[in-house]
């Protein structure tokens, strides 16, 4: 069983790693986390690139319906595949392979940018954002509730 700090950066491994599929960062990171489980002792240099391709074509692949569950379940599925290669470790090689995947983590944060997400009704936003209405039209992230294009009511003698 690893430790909670253990869990967690195999955590963040994970969504760093769907986080750079299909980016320009993609190539550099895909050899990096290949690098991470090719060990002379366990030799999966191959299977995990074919394991990141896999990914990469699912979240290339997604319907807009089913990305968010598709992205989460690789997520899932790469912190697995961290939480077993360091738990398959002495306590030497766990400290150097949890030092590269938070190595990997800032590298992803860096060229990709952090990962964002907004409950439901929510708007996140990883980069620049604009939003602009025109010819007395509406414009919003989020409207909760309605939107109404019209003249304002004339306001009572009290509200005067």
């Known amino acids: 069983m690893l430790v909670e700090t253990l869990q967690a950066v195999a955590a963040e491994g994970g969504i760093a790693v769907v986080a750079a599929a299909g980016t320009d960062a993609w190539e550099g990171i895909r050899g990096l986390v290949a690098r991470l489980f090719h060990r002379e002792e366990d030799p999966q240099g191959q299977v995990v690139l074919e394991r990141l391709d896999q990914t990469a074509a699912a979240l290339e692949q997604a319907e807009s319906a089913e990305a968010e569950r598709i992205r989460s379940r690789q997520e899932i599925s790469w ?82």
């Open 79 to 160: 912190q697995t595949r961290f939480e077993d290669l360091l738990e398959g470790l002495d306590e030497a090689g766990r400290a150097d392979v949890a030092g590269q995947l938070h190595e990997l983590v800032e590298l992803v944060r860096q060229q990709v940018g952090g990962a964002v997400s907004a409950g439901s009704g929510g708007l996140a936003v990883g980069g620049d954002l604009t939003i602009r209405a025109e010819s007395g039209s509406v414009a919003g992230g989020v409207i909760n509730g309605g939107a109404h294009v019209g003249n304002p009511p004339v306001p009572g003698p009290d509200q005067i």
